[in-house]
């Protein structure tokens, strides 16, 4: 893998986001968006319903992709929500890392204090390993809240991230 940029999201970029979308979550194994979710919906969900969207362009290609959103109104507004997809044939070479530090520093612009991972199931342990390396506590276990498609009802862990460190 080359070197890549991060940038925010433009037009052209929904083919390939839909592409890494669908298969991430028609596997069912790490999101809680239904396995059937179309593109429409997931391109609403991920791209014009997020605060924002970036995605890690390498020489044009795009790798992975992530969003911003408030994760709940009003008195909980001040703790953003994230989710992070990298193209199965782009893992482990940095980019989920280098998006996740990148929203950290992007969600402090936006005047985020904390950032919220809902449901990341116990099963996807090289993700926990990422998120804990970028200074992520779990703080609650939901006991079997994940309904994995091979495993069974699986913990699902609430990871936090508080961002007043987070400099740049
Ligand atoms: C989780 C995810 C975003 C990580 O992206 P990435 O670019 O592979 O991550 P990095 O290269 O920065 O970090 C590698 C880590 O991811 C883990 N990983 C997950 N899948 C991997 C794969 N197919 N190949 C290599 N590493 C993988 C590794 O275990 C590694 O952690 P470790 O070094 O402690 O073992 C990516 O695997 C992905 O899109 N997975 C499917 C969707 C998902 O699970 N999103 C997170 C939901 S909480």
């Not at 970029?13 to 839909?18: G, N, Q, S, T």
């Not at 890494?20 to 014009?48: E, N």
């Not at 390498?58 to 989710?83: F, K, M, S, W």
């Given at each position: ?50 605060r ?42 940095g ?47 939901l ?26």
């Amino acid at each position: 893998m080359g070197r890549f940029v991060i940038r925010p999201v433009t037009p052209g970029d929904r083919d390939a986001i839909w592409d890494i979308f669908h298969a991430v979550v028609s596997r069912g194994d790490t999101y809680a968006y239904p396995p059937d979710t179309t593109r429409a919906d997931a391109l609403a969900s991920w791209v014009d319903g997020a605060r924002a969207t970036f995605v890690a362009d390498g020489d044009g290609e795009v790798l992975g992709t992530y969003y911003i959103r408030t994760n709940q109104p009003g008195q909980g507004a001040h703790v953003c929500n994230a989710g992070y997809m990298v193209a199965a044939a782009a893992r482990g070479r940095g980019v989920g890392e280098a998006m996740c530090r990148h929203s950290l520093r992007e969600a402090r612009r936006l005047g985020y204090d904390a950032m919220q991972y809902n449901l990341v199931a116990a099963t996807n342990e090289g993700a926990i390993r990422l998120w804990e390396r970028v200074g992520f506590s779990t703080v609650g276990r939901l006991p079997g809240a994940f309904r994995h498609p091979t495993e069974g009802d699986v913990d699902a862990l609430v990871m936090y991230r508080r961002l007043a460190d987070v400099t740049g």
